[in-house]
């Protein structure tokens, strides 16, 4: 049988800054995404990671660079821990880490150096070099 093509979700702000407690508590101490996040909020939040860079400015402008930092932890953690959610140099980390150093938000270098150990992702923070 073949699949269908599902459209990817808009993203839902309210939804997104659910997942901001999640991303703080993996910051803070070992966090086992699967069996906090309830399942509802990880398919939606799934269908994000193939949304393009562009689909995420709009969004960005709105939180601040705390809740997004939050979210960035949320994102590079679920890609490491949950099934289905590997994409390496599309994972919304990274577009959030752009739009950071693009309003000159970067995190600092420790705070960095902290995300980096919750993933195997090379690409993480800013993606590809080239």
Not at 40 to 68: F, G, H, N, R, Y
Not at 98 to 112: A, D, G, V, Y
Request: aromatic content about 10%.
């Amino acid at each position: 049988m073949i699949n269908e093509w599902q459209p990817t979700a808009a993203i839902d702000i309210n939804v997104l800054k659910s997942l901001i407690p999640f991303g703080q508590d993996a910051l803070q101490q070992p966090v086992a995404l699967n069996k906090i996040v309830p399942k509802d909020l990880q398919q939606q939040a799934q269908s994000w990671i193939l949304l393009p860079e562009k689909d995420w400015q709009s969004t960005m402008q709105v939180l601040t660079p705390e809740e997004l930092f939050a979210i960035a932890a949320f994102f590079t953690l679920a890609e490491n821990q949950l099934s289905g959610w590997q994409c390496g140099d599309s994972n919304p980390a990274i577009w959030i880490f752009r739009w950071l150093r693009s309003q000159q938000l970067s995190p600092s270098k420790e705070q960095i150096r902290q995300l980096k150990q919750l993933t195997d992702n090379r690409f993480i923070p800013y993606g590809s070099v080239l």
